[in-house]
């Protein structure tokens, strides 16, 4: 049955987004499914990141900034020795450099536990950030840079889960606004090799967790009762002090 009212759904859903599309893109497509506008999400993920995207029904578009606020964890892939304009895989090689001799897992993870803690962190040029009302990623498709104000960050753990040389495989959980492209930008430069992300995928959100997400494919096919089914209602996704 198509929904008579905007509020005859709402809750949180958990969406697994493939590569490709950009958040936005999973808001669209289910407004057409839900015949609804009142949808957002808590929390952009880039369109070659993968992984949790937490979905907004109706009125649970009302505790996007509490969700947002929540840590994340995330898995990825660091490319070893190359350089981007953008710091992951969507932008252009700037530089490539000669691994280190003799580099190994050892020396990578020491490196990588040297950012776990309180710090600031630049944000790319490459960023939906505003800087004087425009978008930076405007600013640096027309070739200019402009100072950025660093943002403060926690990486409360690091783990290098893989070493196959050039790229060092990594799981980590951090709080809100970590750019997870710019650590391993950073990162390459302390090794002195360049690096640049090459894969994304958050696997949590708070104590949402990426097993209890539907795919893109699984939310076109479910019958509208069995989307709601999937709901998570608001009082149980966040904190009775939020609503």
């Known amino acids: 049955m198509t929904p008579t009212n905007q509020n005859e759904f709402e809750g949180v859903l958990l969406v697994d987004k493939p590569s490709g599309p950009t958040s936005h893109d999973v808001v669209d497509r289910l407004r057409r499914k839900l015949k609804m506008k009142r949808i957002g999400h808590a929390g952009t993920l880039d369109p070659n990141a993968t992984g949790l995207l937490i979905m ?91 100072e950025r104000e660093p943002r403060f960050i926690r990486i409360s753990e690091i783990e290098l889960l893989d070493y196959t040389e050039p790229c060092a495989e990594i799981g980590m959980a951090c709080s809100k606004g970590t750019y997870v492209r710019t650590l391993a930008h950073d990162v390459g430069q302390k090794l002195g090799c360049g690096a640049h992300l ?9 104590h949402f967790h990426i097993d209890d997400a539907v795919t893109l494919e699984e939310l076109e096919e479910m019958s509208l009762s069995a989307f709601r089914r999937r709901l998570i209602p608001i009082y149980q996704a966040v904190p009775s002090h939020v609503l």
């Open 56 to 146: 907004l029904v109706g009125r649970a578009t009302k505790v996007s900034q509490y969700l947002m606020s929540l840590d994340k964890a995330y898995e990825g892939t660091i490319r070893l020795g190359e350089e981007t304009n953008t710091y992951d895989s969507d932008g252009e090689i700037t530089e490539t450099r000669p691994l280190p001799e003799g580099l190994d897992a050892a020396a990578i993870d020491e490196v990588l536990q040297s950012f776990v803690g309180d710090q600031y962190q630049t944000p790319p040029m490459f960023s939906a950030k505003k800087v004087d009302g425009v978008p930076l990623y405007k600013l640096a498709r027309k070739g200019k840079e402009v």
């Open 198 to 206: 090459s894969e994304l995928r958050r696997i949590a959100v708070g």
